[in-house]
Nanobody, 127 residues
Framework: QVQLVESGGGLVQAGGSLRLSCAAS????????VSWFRQAPGKEREFVTG????????YYTDSVKGRFTISRDNAKNTVYLQMNSLKPEDTAVYYC????????????????????WGQGTQVTVSS
């Protein structure tokens, strides 16, 4: 069993930065692929970025490439999302999700691929 808790959200001006953390309990976390999803008001939850269990592979949606960076520290059971050059359209609740199954291509972005989910943290970017 894996439990996930996100933190680090808040209000920031456009062009600013935030770092989100996803802290996990459970030994299985170090063998899980972990991704960040986000959901804006009135919109479907969408994939943002993912990282393999080892950290060797990362995957980003086009809209955040070059601005967001995902990383993980398995010794601390934590995955991070560094968000730079934030835009108002990045405003959403950000969720981390984890799963022990292998991920490649489109499977990164499918919600059903992830067994464990956090409760989310709000990110608001003002213009």
């Amino acid at each position: 069993q894996v439990q996930l808790v996100e933190s680090g959200g808040g209000l920031v001006q456009a062009g600013g930065s935030l770092r989100l953390s996803c802290a996990a309990s459970g030994r299985a976390f170090s063998t899980c692929a972990v991704s960040w999803f986000r959901q804006a008001p009135g919109k479907e939850r969408e994939f943002v970025t993912g990282i393999s269990w080892s950290g060797a592979t990362t995957y980003y949606t086009d809209s955040v490439k070059g601005r967001f960076t995902i990383s993980r520290d398995n010794a601390k059971n934590t995955v991070y999302l560094q968000m730079n050059s934030l835009k108002p359209e990045d405003t959403a609740v950000y969720y981390c999700a984890a799963d022990q199954g292998p991920k490649s291509g489109r499977s990164w972005s499918r919600l059903a691929e992830y067994k464990y989910w956090g409760q989310g943290t709000q990110v608001t970017v003002s213009s």
